[in-house]
């Protein structure tokens, strides 16, 4: 019997103290969790780009320290039917989302792709509002259109 009180009392010390533990890291530190999602399409096109990753706040010696990840993800889809995909002399992907924050594929003589797919690592975190403008230029004819951030 005093074994089983003994062992009882010895978890009951280590939950206090993870508890303690706990209780000064979420006191210390603030979390900013990000997931947002912009969708737009053209005629042609249907574009998906997703944001998500952490940013956490430490307050450590008066000062206020930052670290965090956030990674973004554009997916394209190309909508129309076709039986056997094209061949194109040219064909270029540009996005931009502001603030430096863009990208573009270029290629020549090549079979289009139904799904395209782009992961920027570490990307910063658009303000609301934000709207990503995509251009798609096939064998010189010229589509753009927007992603707008979802509620």
């Not at 039986?83 to 502001?98: A, C, K, R, T």
Request: net charge negative; hydrophobic share 40%.
């Amino acid at each position: 019997m005093k074994r089983v009180l003994k062992k009882r009392w010895i978890w009951i010390g280590l939950l206090v103290i993870v508890g303690l533990v706990g209780a000064r890291f979420l006191l210390n530190h603030d979390i900013m969790l990000h997931n947002k999602v912009f969708r737009g399409e053209s005629e042609s096109w249907k574009g998906e780009y997703r944001i998500h990753g952490w940013w956490l706040f430490t307050e450590k010696d008066d000062r206020l320290e930052h670290d965090g990840h956030v990674d973004g993800v554009l997916t394209l889809t190309y909508t129309e039917e076709v039986e056997n995909p094209p061949v194109l002399d040219h064909f270029e992907i540009h996005y931009d989302l502001g603030r430096g924050s863009g990208g573009a594929l270029i290629e020549e003589d090549v079979v289009l792709d139904p799904i395209y797919r782009f992961t920027k690592y570490g990307t910063g975190v658009p303000d609301d509002g934000t709207v990503m403008t995509v251009t798609i230029v096939m064998n010189g004819e010229m589509e753009t259109f927007e992603l707008i951030m979802d509620p």
